[in-house]
């Protein structure tokens, strides 16, 4: 008997193990064609849905959306969705937006020909580059995309946007992030990118800004496209101006009038520090000669202050007192 325990208990570590080795595996992946690309998620909201009334909804959403979801909702709803309460609080207060969405959002896997080949683009450019799985998935709209170190997690709910989109329901910042399913390759780019990225104790509104826009950057050159669309119109306009305050607040740590701020931002666009850091990166990659090496050091580089300065950016305003 004692023996039969033994036996079990070594059958079970060695299960465990080769479960562990399997999935550090695809998280250290560092093929681009090995990358999983997952939406089964999708799916499952949308049978949750059909089946939801205003007198089950919570129930059904738990049990028949998050509860069998992947592993990356389970991370998405740790990380942005928050509870079940806070997911049909949010389909609740924007039934047409969410109603009209289905049909793009199940069209997702049509993009992936266009993911992969960014994939492949990265690791012509940074062949160190390691490609984790990606989840697509449905949530409640505050989040286009982030990552855990299960993989990269895309909010397909931010890119139901279309020309029959009903507006009435829509704030200004939904107005303007909301996207088309079409862009849904570039926010995987950028979230692939911060994957890439070294992790920094530097918590300066400089740095935050610089691994922010950078990862448009980089995005943008493996994609074609970028997430911040809407913030080039208006930064490229004011350019002068931002760079005037964003200097006079770039070494503190207070990233509120720059970045993460939601619907929060008034004026003005919100979260312009990805443009400013757009701004840095793309100098620093066009004024250096070796262009792989420009990509790593951007990636991987935590002096940023030494990043700012051999980009050069600031030269484009020497006549403006800092």
């Keep these: 008997m004692r023996y039969s325990y033994i036996l079990s208990f070594i059958l079970l570590t060695l299960f465990a193990a080769g479960i562990h080795a399997q999935e550090s595996d695809v998280l250290q992946n560092q093929d681009p064609s090995r990358a999983k690309i997952v939406t089964s998620d999708i799916d499952l909201f949308w049978k949750a849905y ?20 992947s592993v990356g909702l389970k991370e998405f709803t740790r990380t942005r969705i928050g509870s079940v309460c806070d997911l049909v ?39 160190e580059a390691v490609f984790p799985p990606v989840y697509f998935v449905v949530g409640r709209m505050n989040s286009a995309g982030t990552l855990t170190d299960k993989g990269l997690l895309i909010g397909v709910d931010m890119f139901g946007k279309s020309e029959s989109t009903p507006l009435d329901e829509l704030g200004s910042w939904h107005r303007a992030v909301l996207s088309s399913v079409d862009r849904l390759p570039y926010i995987v780019a950028h979230e692939l990118i911060h994957y890439q990225q070294a992790r920094v104790n530097d918590n300066t509104l400089l740095a935050a800004a610089f691994r922010e826009g950078s990862a448009d950057f980089i995005g943008e050159l493996i994609s074609g496209g970028q997430i911040n669309p809407h913030l080039r119109e208006y930064g490229n306009a004011n350019e002068r101006e931002l760079w005037v305050e964003f200097v006079k607040e770039m070494n503190g740590t207070d990233r509120s009038r720059w970045l993460y701020q939601g619907d929060k931002a008034k004026d003005r666009p919100a979260d312009l520090g990805y443009y400013i850091g757009y701004k840095i990166a793309e100098a620093f990659y066009k004024n250096s000669p070796d262009k792989k090496e420009a990509v790593m050091e951007i990636l991987l580089g935590d002096d940023f202050t030494s990043l700012l300065e051999r980009s050069r950016y600031a030269e484009k305003f020497r006549s403006v007192r800092e």
């Design 50 to 69: 059909d089946k939801a009334t205003p007198e089950n909804d919570l129930i059904v959403y738990r049990d028949e959306y998050l509860k069998k979801g």
């Design 89 to 127: 609080a949010t389909i609740e207060a924007h039934p047409q937006y969410y109603r009209q969405m289905r049909e793009g959002s199940l069209t997702v896997k049509k993009y992936e020909p266009k993911i992969r080949a960014s994939f492949v683009r990265l690791k012509e450019i940074y062949p």
